[in-house]
């Protein structure tokens, strides 16, 4: 028995982080357990229930806007809590496993997840191991099927808010339309990324050529 843990919704400009912790004898995964980012949408929630079936516990940890825009906080500190909080609910003492580091020095990611646990567990870091590790992998899927449901949510309130990485033009567009009609940014932003910034100079911009 070992287990994984992974994070989605890190880079995004709406919406928030997820992370989730899989404790799972690997040999009971579901085949086609991998890098949620390569798996198609319909596979990957097909898979999450799949997993949730045939993994010994999963956990999930939710890190919302507000905390994300706060001053005393940054992404590194927030991926390793989101991380330990979700590996918490599935740990047990004498329990090792891989966490997919979300920090340049994965070693140090590793030791800081270990240490915000309570459970005694050993704690591996690797970049990518979503890719090479069945169990992250799984995790991978759980942590961004719930980062897919978080998004359709926005979209059943907001209208069509794209993927919510700021590369993607349907992001881009919903966040300018919404402050040209509401003067704001919407409470689903991450207010400190620099995409809202260039979103209210511009409109600010605008405002000011209509004088």
């Known amino acids: 028995m070992r287990f994984g843990v992974d994070e989605a919704g890190k880079g995004p400009v709406l919406g928030s982080m997820f992370a989730a912790a899989v404790r799972a004898d690997p040999v009971t995964l ?5 890098d949620s980012k390569d798996i198609k949408p319909e596979r990957r929630e097909q898979l999450a229930e799949e997993i949730r079936e045939s993994a010994d516990a ?3 940890a939710e890190v919302p806007v507000e905390r994300i825009d706060a001053d005393e906080t ?4 927030l991926t390793v809590d989101a991380q330990a909080t979700a590996l918490s609910t599935v740990a047990r003492d004498d329990l090792s496993g891989t966490v997919d580091a979300g920090d340049t020095d994965a070693t140090r990611f590793g030791r800081r997840v270990a240490d915000a646990v309570d459970t005694d567990v050993t704690v591996t870091a690797e970049h990518g191991a ?4 069945t169990v992250v992998g799984a995790a991978s899927i759980i942590a961004k099927v719930a980062r897919d449901t978080h998004v ?3 979209a059943a309130e907001y ?7 700021p590369s993607d033009p349907t ?4 966040l300018a339309d919404y ?7 919407p409470a689903c932003a991450r207010r400190s990324w620099s995409t809202c910034d260039d979103v209210l100079a511009a409109a600010s911009q605008s405002t000011l050529g209509d004088f």
């Open 30 to 34: 579901p085949d086609g357990v991998g």
């Open 58 to 60: 999963v956990g999930v």
């Open 74 to 77: 940054d992404m590194n500190t």
């Open 130 to 133: 979503d890719e090479t590790d």
């Open 152 to 154: 359709a949510e926005l």
């Open 159 to 165: 209208g069509d808010v794209g993927s919510g990485y």
């Open 171 to 174: 992001t881009r567009a919903f």
């Open 179 to 185: 402050v040209d009609r509401h003067g704001e940014l």
